[in-house]
T-cell receptor, first 113, second 116 residues
Framework: DSGVTQTPKHLITATGQRVTLRCSPR?????VYWYQQSLDQGLQFLIQ???????AKGNILERFSAQQFPDLHSELNLSSLELGDSALYFC????????????FGEGSRLTVL | GESVGLHLPTLSVQEGDNSIINCAYS??????FIWYKQESGKGPQFIID?????DKRQGQRVTVLLNKTVKHLSLQIAATQPGDSAVYFC???????????????FGAGTQVVVTP
């Protein structure tokens, strides 16, 4: 158990819809990272937050947004969903802003029909 | 469990043998490299890391080798066990800045299957 909690574990929705994925980092970790894992693209970095502030951005679509709250949990919002958004979405956390060893949650499996 | 990839290269290893997993990375300026293990239905799990100023680093039953000349990284697992069956990913950070450590660029992964 990495200590990172993600909900929901599975989510099935329709194209055009919006979903929110939630992540609670390990106790004491200030950085949260979101990654997308799909069969054709592998693991792709989306975005990082550190202590509530956006720290680094990867290949995150404009339809996607994230935030980190004062209690350090994070949410990833995916809107106007397309079939190609079907993937595993992982959250990871680390103590500081500079990553190093990341602790990954078990992921949220999103299926868009 | 869930599949993480349909077309991953596969390494079949007999229990007790040593495994060598290879990875070619793309950015010659990358400063930091990490190996992750992903078991079916789980998130990636950190195994070992290495900085670009090193060419070898050892952990418990694992060794990472870095050859910057040919941009090659390898993970050696000694005395492979059934619990080592998983997908193994190498990852690089590119040039390290204050923002780049968590911005990992993952390789496609190698499926390791340990047979009794």
């Amino acid at each position: 158990d990495s200590g990172v909690t993600q909900t929901p574990k599975h989510l099935i929705t329709a194209t055009g819809q919006r979903v929110t994925l939630r992540c609670s980092p390990r106790s004491g970790d200030l950085s949260v990272y979101w990654y997308q894992q799909s069969l054709d693209q592998g693991l792709q970095f989306l975005i990082q937050y550190y202590n509530g502030e956006e720290r680094a951005k990867g290949n995150i679509l404009e339809r996607f947004s994230a935030q980190q709250f004062p209690d350090l949990h994070s949410e990833l919002n995916l809107s106007s969903l397309e079939l190609g958004d079907s993937a595993l979405y992982f959250c990871a956390s680390s103590a500081g802003p500079q990553g190093g060893e990341l602790f990954f949650g078990e992921g949220s499996r999103l299926t868009v029909l | 469990g869930e599949s993480v990839g349909l077309h991953l290269p596969t390494l079949s290893v007999q229990e007790g043998d040593n495994s060598i997993i290879n990875c070619a990375y793309s950015n010659s300026a990358s400063d930091y490299f990490i190996w992750y293990k992903q078991e079916s239905g789980k998130g990636p799990q950190f195994i070992i890391d290495i900085r670009s100023n090193m060419d070898k680093r050892q952990g418990q039953r694992v060794t990472v080798l870095l050859n910057k000349t040919v941009k090659h990284l390898s993970l050696q697992i000694a005395a492979t066990q059934p619990g080592d069956s998983a997908v193994y990913f190498c990852a690089e950070t590119g040039v390290m800045t204050t923002d780049s450590w968590g911005k990992l660029q993952f390789g496609a992964g190698t499926q390791v299957v340990v047979t009794p």
